[in-house]
């Protein structure tokens, strides 16, 4: 079993790009506060995870929404 295999299809890639390009700025335009940092961070992880199309929460529980395309 490969560790990036793709568990995602390809509309919830596109929603989490999306939700990350909102998220990654936060840094800059909040200050850095905790919170921010936070959010940045989140935001890295969509990014992550859509552009390789593989989810390491969904590969826990053993989710593919691939099938669903």
Do not use: D, H, W
């Amino acid at each position: 079993m490969n560790l990036f295999t793709t568990n995602q299809n390809t509309s919830e890639r596109i929603v989490r790009f999306f939700i990350s390009l909102f998220l990654i700025p936060a840094p800059f335009i909040l200050g850095s506060s905790n919170y921010a940092i936070l959010l940045g961070a989140v935001g890295g992880v969509l990014l992550f995870n859509a552009l390789l199309g593989t989810c390491m929460i969904y590969k826990m529980f053993g989710i593919n929404t691939c099938k669903l395309n």
